[in-house]
């Protein structure tokens, strides 16, 4: 359930409308009530009463959602106390659901939403099955306030050169090791009570993790798998095949040598545009991956890793457009896409009737440097513009600073 | 640098200087002569060094004249020219303005549509010394068996087939500053670079540039000698003050004996030649430093040995005392908006280069990543925009000194480049569009008049031997 705190109206006029699942509208009003989008379009009835935000000469945009990072769960990434985002020790974490390591509190959430980024997945971190990932709106007083709707969104694994330990040191080892645990993770449903009594040789994983991947292997959550080497995508692809899971892959660098491969097995994809620096993981890596990809067809989100600068999904978005995408699926990709790919579609990531009122009033192209945030809504709640970071401005802005 | 991740959400954490790498070298050489006279000197001309040390052999590539007509041209020395034109040739800026002369045989690129700047300088790289794919086998940024290592040279790590190089080329980048990391109190020196492809790194040297002198504050060294010490920024302080004390004796031990030539040399020592040059002015301190206050300490211990510290890098607290930096005359090389990473990163906002700007200091937009030097004019545009958001007055020239004349200064290379004036080298970027937007991209790239990249030839993409062979 989503936490709607704030019972409002809110008329945003005179703006430039981008709906993301439709065209753009000149001249529209974007009627927010009670935490949702009420009304979009050059007819709408403004209420009496309700608060009128003039956009005149704006662009409007749903809030932005960035399809990675470790919002609230990482302060300080060199400061290891700062940090909840893995379970040490547990190289199957299925049953590690991070929600409860958030900090609503943390101050990485204002710096970031006051760029325009509404919405962040909460991934955790480990080994072979990193656990389940959120989806948090970066506003609440509380962990329950934050969570968009359901939790988890996905449950994370890895197939990429970072997971080698846990399958043996070998790639082929991580896949087989996968397998045994999805085998056992069904042997456990169907066996679950002998299993318990201890009376079946040792499983692959606890009982928890066991049954925490239960819903993935029955299409219930999608498994977001981390895959950059092409052949790494193609096991991913594969072992989707054999368990009939809904997958989703994260960073595919190589993607783009595979493109229509990854098209037709309806395969969507979260990758960084900006990446091109080549490893042994991904030598192809190149800045036109996100465009190639969509150009075959895939469904392409965008991510930008560094939690502390999410804010620079904007400008992920901006290069993908300088290397090939339309404008317009660079802002799907950050918006709709991941919404859907994550399966929150039908509440998040377009300005239509009914869903959650995450809103951004731009200055001009949100991808462009020259262009400002006006205002922010998460879930129909204007937020302040304020942040640790301005304050540090306003304090040294003029020296000796005011103490 | 951050590491390309393979996972989605890891910071890496053995980023760049960011964590623990950051650092500066120099060449030695006096001052910064024109390029073309100061090959022959080269670097190295210690005082107390009779013989080359690892010269330059840097040479121009033959190329004919070029003209780009009906461009849009930033000079970086205040002026916007619309329906510009530029004239090279040589290696040489011959004209620049709306009504130039070209030579005959000049080749004639149509730059209606197009922007041109100077190349683009990064006065704090790790390319060659951290080169891609970045495994152990290509880690050789930092040498972090001592506290202090002022006898290591970067461009003995610099591996010229990195390739990150041809990247960082279609990013418009002319020249570098590749560092050692920042490990170490005191990393090494510098490697001052002309980015082209070549065999070795030698033909990269920028003839005549001053070495840097890489020192690092803070966490890092710190973190990384806890058991043997450093272990406290009192210990890295007392760990810079020993070593430049003994520079001070050295230093005093060559000057007598250069000048009476009494007995035996003294004992050459390769640590304390590369601070008795620092003593002596002729390599620049390239400092990494985030805190302010940790700034001051290290302006004071400047004061108290006699030199001067010519840039600091990351800097992210700079805009706290950025009338101290502006009167001292430190250049800061920083970040748009890299923040939080780490402790004494928590306070960097986007503002702070044009808050140094603002107080008459000399900001740069440095990289400090391999990933984030390809995009060095976004960066820029980043602080610019924000500055003005905030409502401190910042001209797009400005902002484009950050990453071109600014940066060239702090390596001692403004009278040669930076520009685009009669005389300064050919180094000079073609772009698609407004240098300052997210959409435009580097076209072609000139160095010393040389077209080492065009997006539109194949013939002009260089690639390095790695990358060779292995097209999907």
């Given at each position: 359930m989503i936490a709607f705190l704030l019972a409002q109206t809110i008329a945003i006029t005179g703006g430039t409308v981008y709906p993301v699942s439709g065209p753009k509208i000149e001249n529209a009003t974007v009627l927010i009530r009670d935490g949702r989008i009420a009304a979009v379009g050059t007819n709408v009835a403004v209420p009496a009463g309700a608060t009128r935000i003039d956009a005149s000469g704006k662009w409007i945009t749903p809030g932005l959602i960035d399809g990675a990072g470790q919002m609230g769960l990482r302060e300080i990434s060199a400061v290891q106390n700062t940090n909840e985002s893995a379970l040490r020790g547990d190289e199957v974490a299925a049953a590690f659901n991070v929600a409860e390591g958030i900090n609503p509190a943390s101050m990485l959430i204002p710096v970031n939403r006051v760029e325009g980024i509404t919405t962040t997945l909460a991934v955790p971190n480990g080994d072979l099955i990193w656990g389940q990932a959120v989806l948090i709106d970066l506003d609440g007083t509380t962990i329950e306030a934050m969570v968009a709707t359901r939790s988890p969104v996905a449950m994370v694994a890895d197939l990429s050169e970072g997971s080698k330990s846990a399958g043996g040191g070998s790639r082929a080892g991580v896949a087989q090791r996968l397998r045994r645990v999805f085998n056992d993770a069904l042997e456990f449903s169907r066996r679950g009570a002998s299993y318990q009594r201890a009376q079946n040789e040792q499983l692959a994983a606890s009982a928890a993790d066991l049954e925490a991947l239960l819903p993935v292997l029955r299409g219930q959550i999608p498994l977001l798998a981390v895959a950059n080497r092409r052949s790494d995508i193609e096991t991913a692809l594969r072992i989707a095949r054999e368990y009939k899971l809904r997958l989703i892959l994260a960073g595919a660098a190589e993607g783009w040598e595979i493109a229509d491969k990854i098209a037709a097995a309806g395969v969507p994809v979260v990758v960084q545009p900006m990446d091109n620096i080549p490893s042994f993981d991904a030598l192809g890596v190149r800045y036109e991956n996100a465009a190639l990809l969509a150009k075959a067809g895939v469904k392409v989100s965008l991510m930008e890793t560094q939690t502390e600068n999410s804010r620079n999904l904007r400008q992920q978005a901006g290069n993908a457009v300088a290397y090939g995408m339309t404008w317009d699926q660079a802002l799907r990709a950050v918006t709709l896409a991941p919404a859907e790919a994550f399966g929150v579609g039908g509440q998040y990531g377009s300005l239509d009737v009914g869903k959650v009122a995450n809103v951004v009033v731009w200055t001009g192209d949100p991808f462009e440097f020259s262009t400002g945030v006006e205002h922010v809504f998460i879930r129909g709640k204007e937020i302040s513009l304020r942040s640790r970071q301005t304050e540090l401005l306003d304090r040294y802005r003029t020296l000796p600073p005011k103490y | 640098m951050r590491q390309v991740s393979a996972a989605l959400l890891l910071v890496a954490l053995t980023v760049g200087c960011a964590s623990a790498r950051a650092g500066q070298a120099g060449a030695a050489q006096s001052s910064p002569a024109p390029a073309q006279t100061a090959a022959k000197g080269a670097a190295g001309d210690s005082t107390s060094v009779d013989r080359p040390q690892y010269p330059s052999t840097y040479k121009r590539h033959p190329n004919p004249p070029v003209v780009i007509r009906n461009a849009t041209i930033m000079t970086a020395t205040g002026q916007e020219i619309q329906g510009g034109s530029i004239v090279f040739?040589?290696?040489?800026?011959?004209?620049?303005?709306?009504?130039?002369?070209?030579?005959?045989?000049?080749?004639?690129?149509?730059?209606?549509?197009?922007?041109?700047?100077?190349?683009?300088?990064?006065?704090?790289?790790?390319?060659?010394?951290?080169?891609?794919?970045?495994t152990f086998a290509e880690s050789d940024g930092n040498e972090a068996t001592n506290p202090v290592t002022a006898e290591v040279w970067a461009e003995h790590s610099v591996w010229p087939q990195d390739p990150q190089i041809p990247l960082a080329i279609a990013g418009g980048v002319t020249t570098i500053q590749a560092l050692p990391g920042s490990a170490n109190l005191i990393g090494g020196r510098s490697a001052i670079l002309k980015l082209i492809p070549a065999r070795s790194v030698q033909e990269m040297k920028f003839p005549g540039a001053h070495y840097g002198l890489k020192m690092a504050c803070g966490e890092n060294p710190k973190r990384v000698y806890q058991n043997r010490g450093p272990s406290t920024r009192m210990g890295n302080m007392a760990g810079y003050r020993a070593a430049f004390i003994q520079a001070e004796q050295y230093r005093r031990r060559w000057d007598k004996w250069n000048a009476d030539h009494q007995g035996d040399p003294p004992q050459r020592d390769l640590k304390l030649e590369s601070l008795a040059e620092v003593l002596r002015g002729n390599i620049f301190v390239q400092n990494h430093c985030y805190r302010a206050d940790e700034m001051m300490q290290m302006l004071d211990l400047a004061h108290e040995f006699g030199f001067k510290i010519r840039s600091f890098h990351h800097a992210v607290e700079a805009y706290k005392i950025a009338d101290v930096l502006a009167r001292e005359g430190v250049a800061v090389s920083i970040w748009a908006d890299w923040w939080g990473f780490k402790e004494e990163a928590m306070d960097g906002i986007y503002e702070n280069a044009a808050l140094n700007q603002q107080a008459g200091g000399r900001p740069v937009i440095h990289s400090d990543d391999a990933s984030g030097i390809q995009r060095l004019n976004q960066e820029a545009a980043k602080a610019m925009y924000h500055g003005r958001r905030a409502g401190i007055q910042v001209t797009r020239d400005q902002a484009l000194r950050w990453f071109t004349a600014n940066p060239a200064w702090v390596l001692g290379l403004d009278s040669i480049i930076g520009t685009l004036e009669p005389g300064k080298m050919a180094d000079i970027v073609v772009w698609s569009g407004d240098p300052l937007t997210v959409y435009a991209r580097a076209m072609q790239v000139y160095n010393d008049g040389?077209?080492?990249?065009?997006?539109?030839?194949?013939?002009h993409q260089p690639k390095m031997d790695f990358t060779i062979g292995r097209e999907p």
């Open positions: - | 040739r040589d290696g040489r800026i011959v004209s620049v303005g709306t009504n130039v002369d070209a030579p005959a045989d000049a080749v004639v690129v149509d730059g209606t549509g197009k922007w041109v700047t100077p190349g683009v300088i990064d006065t704090h790289s790790h390319i060659g010394v951290y080169a891609a794919p970045g040389w077209l080492v990249y065009d997006r539109n030839d194949p013939a």
